[in-house]
């Protein structure tokens, strides 16, 4: 089980969490609340490749992320490409 400490409060997420019912385009995260894996969820934004920081655009601050995942051999020369693609979007 893995604990984040998300606004003050602990938010608890375990491989056993089930998103199946929340609507597309989900990302296996489960919404906390009253309507969390019911179709009444709200979907979650798709995100690019290569957005490592999460914040809707592929830019310099991702290529320094992108680069150390590089050199660190967690990414090949197909995520370079995807990575590419995305760059400036």
Known sequence: MNSYLVADSPIVFTITSDA???????????????YGNTGEAGPTAASLVGDS???????????????DDFAAGR????????????FGK
């Open 53 to 67: 920081d999460d914040d809707e655009d592929v830019d310099g601050k991702d290529l320094g992320a992108f680069a």
């Open 75 to 86: 990414v090949d020369e197909a995520d370079l490409e995807d990575f590419a693609a995305n």
């Open 20 to 34: 199946s019912n929340e609507p597309a385009p989900g990302d296996s995260r489960v919404d906390m609340g009253a």
